[in-house]
């Protein structure tokens, strides 16, 4: 059985760095093919894919954040970290982080249960 | 960037009709083109993927056609656990990267 579980602060203030952890089992990112996306969610609003981190550490990011955002694993821990620099309130939002598989299309088929960070001061 | 454009924004329909709902792409996605549904506190799951392929667990009511630009998700016979948010979303392939459309929301009427 799949899962991902996302964590890290409730609450940042505004400049702060943001930092993430996607903690998952059921799968491995040693596995060809493999990857881990973060997508996150503004309260009422669409999904925004943010970046992903494959099995062979090639990591993409979306055009519009790609300068605030490093991602980074751990396949020991089986743990992927996104951080997000320069954090402002627009940046409220649930974080998500999803599984993708290219034996399965590469779309986003097991997602975490997503984790609220507000940015105030 | 690839623009998806849902519609409608709010379908109202009551159960056991047929629900359509539609997305289109600003350019050709093919058919990199998938489906995805949202209930409130929840995270989105999967139902179609490559435009027509159910997902793994997914009923049969549920169906996805389109290719290029213009895609339809159809409910052939709504359940009371239909209604919520259904977004679409296409995959480029390179460089790799992924966009939503903003939804279409469909309520019990």
């Known amino acids: 059985q799949v899962t991902l579980k996302e964590s890290g602060p409730a609450l940042v203030k505004p400049t702060q760095t943001l930092t993430l952890t996607c903690t998952f089992s059921g799968f491995s990112l040693t596995s060809a093919g493999m990857r881990v996306n973060w997508i996150r969610q503004p309260p009422g609003k669409a999904l925004e894919w943010l970046a992903h981190i494959n099995w062979n550490d090639e990591k993409f990011f979306s055009t519009s954040l790609k300068t605030r955002l490093t991602i980074s694993k751990d396949t020991s821990k089986n743990q992927v970290v996104l951080s997000m620099t320069n954090m402002d309130p627009v940046d409220t939002a649930t974080y998500y982080c999803?599984?993708?598989?290219?034996?399965?299309?590469?779309?986003?088929?097991?997602w975490g249960q997503g984790t609220l960070v507000i940015v105030s001061s | 960037e690839i623009v998806l454009t849902q519609s409608p924004a709010t379908l109202s329909l009551s159960p056991g009709q047929r629900a359509t709902l539609s997305c289109r792409a600003s350019q050709s996605v093919s058919t990199y083109l998938a489906w995805y549904q949202q209930k409130p506190g929840q995270a989105p799951r999967l139902l179609i993927h490559?435009?027509?392929n159910r997902a793994t667990g997914i009923p049969a009511r549920f169906s996805g056609s389109g290719s290029g630009t213009d895609f339809t998700l159809t409910i052939s016979s709504l359940e009371p656990e239909d209604f919520a948010v259904y977004y679409c979303q296409q995959r480029t392939i390179w460089p790799p990267g992924y966009s939503f459309g903003q939804g279409t929301k469909l309520q019990i009427k």
């Open positions: 490559d435009a027509s």
């Open positions: 999803a599984r993708s598989y290219s034996g399965s299309g590469g779309w986003f088929d097991s």
